[in-house]
């Protein structure tokens, strides 16, 4: 019996990166999965998002691990396209047990500043809250919601030394310190029901995400063309621990702790898996 045996996890985000790996983790402990992502490119981000090519492939790894699994092309930014791949699912599976909130977008250096400050927040805050929205209403007893925060959202950013500068990544902290908030309420209201919900905070993640250059130009500002050998050796300074990043396993560890029965009594919890970055920014506290 794998640890998230017969349970149901609606996934967001989950054509690569972290959403790939948080389905195909809980699939290998007997999950079966309701994944969606976009799968088209958002114009105002600097990067490329998946394509329904990496879609299929989430679904083959899946597969490979003899789970079911419903896929669907959908963004998270749009409530009704939210309700209905929960919809699919269950009308496939019957139940659902697990939501990750996972699909995030980065805006650092996002063109033009305005539209790309909406696309973070519509698709990280909006996102997560149309994702978990869609999902309140099938959920009974022992169920779990997880939403992915980041470190970023912990960090003590008070200070703004110029205003305006970057929209897209601002709107990136403002959205995951303000869906923290969200899921910390939730948990709250929640808990007499006995429903869980949590809030993941990696660190940097060895992602499309992180690997492309409107994130290595956030970490060496002093080259116009940043490579990866560039950025690199500057993505330490986000942990204590000597590593430049994690890996999207160690994030979906995580996840398959919080969506199984092991967690049952943990729920209104900010779980870092940061390499110590907390650490760097605040002292001891209760």
């Known amino acids: 019996m794998g640890r998230v045996e017969g349970k149901v996890a609606f996934v967001t985000g989950a054509a690569r990166g972290q959403g790939r790996s948080h389905a195909v983790k809980l699939a290998s402990e007997g999950a079966d999965i309701i994944a969606v992502d976009i799968c088209t490119d958002i114009d105002s981000m600097g990067y490329s998002m998946a394509t329904p090519e990496d879609l299929e492939e989430t679904v083959r790894l899946v597969e490979k691990e003899g789970r079911r699994i419903v896929a669907i092309q959908a963004d998270v930014r749009d409530a009704a396209q939210m309700e209905d791949a929960v919809a699919q699912g269950i009308a496939e599976f019957g139940r659902l047990d697990v939501v990750v909130a996972q699909a995030g977008v980065a805006g650092m250096k996002g063109e033009p500043q305005t539209q790309a400050w909406t696309d973070v927040v519509n698709t990280n805050l909006v996102g997560t809250m149309n994702a978990v929205h869609a999902a309140l209403p099938h959920l009974k007893a022992g169920a779990s919601i997880i939403a992915t925060g980041s470190t970023a959202a912990l960090m003590d950013v008070s ?35 006995m429903i869980r919900a949590n809030v993941l905070h990696p660190t940097n993640c060895n992602t499309d995400m992180l690997q492309s250059e409107p994130m290595y130009r956030s970490f060496r500002p002093d080259l116009e063309h940043p490579r990866r050998e560039d950025a690199e050796p500057a993505f330490g300074v986000q942990q204590a621990m000597p590593i430049p990043y994690i890996e999207p396993e160690d994030s979906s560890n995580m996840v398959l702790f919080l969506a199984s029965d092991e967690s049952r009594y943990v729920t209104g919890m900010q779980m870092r898996v940061d390499g110590g970055g907390y650490l760097k920014w605040y002292d001891y506290h209760i």
């Open 159 to 193: 200070k703004v030394d110029q205003p305006g500068k970057d929209l897209g990544g601002v709107a990136y902290v403002f959205s995951k310190r303000a869906l923290s908030q969200f899921i910390d309420t939730l948990a709250t209201h929640l808990a007499p029901r």
